[in-house]
Nanobody, 123 residues
Framework: QVQLVESGGGLVQAGGSLRLQCAAS????????MAWFRQAPGKEREFVAS??????YYADSVKGRFTISRDNAKNTVYLQMNSLNPEDTAVYYC??????????????????WGQGTQVTVSS
């Protein structure tokens, strides 16, 4: 079992930056593919970014602004968010899985999820 806990969300002004963290517990963290999803009010949970064995992937809406990274020694995955705008307002979730085909953009591909952290971007 893998347990994921997100943190770092909050209120930020448009154009600002925020870094989310996802702390993981469990064995073999370094072997897991990690990802970030988000869900805005009234919308479906959507893919944000993922980190597979060889590549990182980003949704078109965040490409060039967000960066996913991980520190295996700390069992932590990060999402650095720059140039935030009100459209980025959502609850952000981290997710983990043992195997992914392609970029892992489908939420059904992930076995473990955190409870989410709220990000609100004001205009």
């Amino acid at each position: 079992q893998v347990q994921l806990v997100e943190s770092g969300g909050g209120l930020v002004q448009a154009g600002g930056s925020l870094r989310l963290q996802c702390a993981a517990s469990g064995r073999a963290f370094s072997s897991y593919v990690m990802a970030w999803f988000r869900q805005a009010p009234g919308k479906e949970r959507e893919f944000v970014a993922s980190m597979t064995w060889s590549y990182t992937y980003y949704a078109d809406s965040v490409k060039g602004r967000f960066t996913i990274s991980r520190d295996n020694a700390k069992n932590t995955v990060y999402l650095q968010m720059n140039s935030l705008n009100p459209e980025d307002t959502a609850v952000y979730y981290c997710a983990a899985t043992r195997a992914v085909l392609g970029a892992g953009r489908d939420r059904g591909q992930y076995d473990y999820w955190g409870q989410g952290t709220q990000v609100t971007v004001s205009s």
